[in-house]
């Protein structure tokens, strides 16, 4: 059966990795693709970030592509994770052959939960000078994020880390680390909790110790960042956005104001993003596929400026692609 797939490249390079994205999906499976528009071009022509049309689009289609956008990023990606009713974010981040990275070895999965914490969206001013933030964390989503990711670490066979910050954020880490320690009791299996500040440093001197790491959704953006930095950048980093029955996939990165409009952004991050899409959607050979192009790609070159090569974006699009023929 064809699968419905809304694609919004949205702002930037998002427009440029995207493409290149949706050639490579096209060459593995059998996919219907519908766009829509999002980001700081929709608000300038529509008056909106994220027109309904677009928000209508990916509620209803089987899986998401999503680019980047640029200042209005909030508008659109919160609204468009809760619009495919997404609760965990996943970000693979690991080293390949033909990238300089930290450690050869290292293959991180971080598991962000992606509905409240401090990107809950409350902020208020109590008075002119002083705002404040309030950090939502149920038991609910903490239990349903604990699930997910002991399920995908038993599934890949990774450890599980979960990072948190209960000693100071006693309440609301505290009922954080409560529903993954509920959780892990039922399911019988081993985590190891570890402060996120220590964690950090952890991760960079002995990367390899940690698999999949389940965090609070502002440290998952942190530390997924992070862990870019340690395999060679964001141009690598894939992301997907899963809810119960529809997903959204999209490259950790945002827009890349500083590279947008030259042709040389690396699609690898969009590019592994539509292999988690196809895994999502059961295609799992076609998602295999992919990486494997992706792995020899990045070993054999051409690679991208943001990796130290030549090529520009259509050049290691076309290079991946006819490892795909
Ligand atoms: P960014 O991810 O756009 O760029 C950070 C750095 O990484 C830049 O030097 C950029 O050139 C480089 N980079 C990123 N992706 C790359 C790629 N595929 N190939 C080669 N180099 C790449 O983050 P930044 O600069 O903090 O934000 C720029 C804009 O993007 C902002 O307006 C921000 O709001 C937005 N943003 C949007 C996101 C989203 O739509 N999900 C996520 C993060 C930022
Ligand atoms: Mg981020």
């Known amino acids: 059966m064809t699968d419905r797939i809304a694609v919004i490249p949205g702002d930037g390079i998002g427009g440029e990795v995207v493409p290149v994205a949706v050639r490579v999906l096209d060459a593995v499976g059998d996919f219907a693709f ?16 994220l027109p309904d049309g677009t928000r209508e689009l990916a509620a209803n289609a089987d899986a998401t592509l999503f680019g980047a956008a640029g200042e209005t990023a909030a508008d659109v990606i919160l609204p ?18 033909g990238v300089d990275a930290f450690h050869p070895e290292i293959d991180l999965v971080f598991v962000r939960e992606n509905t409240e914490g401090v990107y809950a969206g409350i902020e208020s001013e109590i008075t002119e000078g002083v ?14 994020i604990a699930a997910f990711g002991f399920d995908y670490a038993a599934e890949h066979g ?66 997924s960042d992070l862990a870019a930095g340690l395999v060679g950048g964001l141009g690598l980093l894939p992301s997907a956005n ?22 040389i952004a690396n699609p690898v991050a969009t590019v592994l993003s ?5 895994e999502f959607l059961g295609h799992d050979a076609a998602a295999e596929r992919v ?18 090569g030549d090529a520009t974006t259509d050049g290691a699009g076309r290079a991946l692609l006819d490892r795909l023929d």
């Open 158 to 223: 990774y450890d599980v880390t979960v990072a948190h910050k209960a000693n100071v954020m006693r309440r609301t880490d505290g009922l954080f680390l409560d529903g993954v320690a509920a959780v892990a009791d039922e399911r019988g299996v081993d985590y190891e909790p570890h402060l996120m500040d220590a964690l950090a440093m952890h991760l960079v001197m002995d990367p390899t110790e940690y698999g999949v790491v389940i965090c609070p959704n502002l440290a998952g953006d942190v530390l």
């Open 291 to 308: 990486r494997e192009a992706v792995l020899e790609t990045l070993a054999d070159g051409p690679r991208t400026p943001d990796l130290g």
């Open 80 to 97: 468009l994770r809760e619009a495919v009713g997404s609760f965990a974010n996943v970000r693979p981040a690991r080293a390949y052959p």
């Open 34 to 49: 519908e766009y829509a528009e999002a980001g700081d071009g929709a608000l300038a022509e529509t008056g909106s970030a």
């Open 131 to 144: 705002r404040t933030l309030t950090r939502v964390t149920t038991e609910a989503a903490s239990r349903r």
């Open 274 to 278: 539509a292999a988690m899409l196809c």
């Open 242 to 263: 899963v809810g119960p029955d529809r997903a959204l996939f999209e490259p950790v990165h945002g827009s890349a104001p500083d590279i947008a409009g030259e042709g």
